[in-house]
């Protein structure tokens, strides 16, 4: 893993790579109710439904027919 920081000479908005990768992730787990609030008792429990959050995202991916250009 590797941790991007910023500069502090730019001004204003910059993409920073690959950061939009992590904050596209956690936004998808966000959509789930469980992962919102911090409603577990114990990391394992949060991490748990975490791991349920992506199983959800990709089964549901996996399970869209496929599309006309891809075939």
Do not use: N
Not at 24 to 45: A, F, G, K, M, P
Request: aromatic share 8%; net charge positive.
């Amino acid at each position: 893993m590797e941790i991007v920081k910023r500069s502090d000479d730019v001004s204003g908005f910059v993409v920073l790579p690959r950061r939009w990768v992590v904050e596209r992730t956690l936004s998808w787990i966000s959509q789930r109710r469980r992962c919102v609030r911090d409603y577990e008792r114990s990391s394992e429990h949060h991490e748990a439904m975490v791991v349920w959050a992506m199983i959800i995202l990709m089964g549901r991916r996996l399970a869209r027919p496929a599309s006309p250009e891809s075939i």
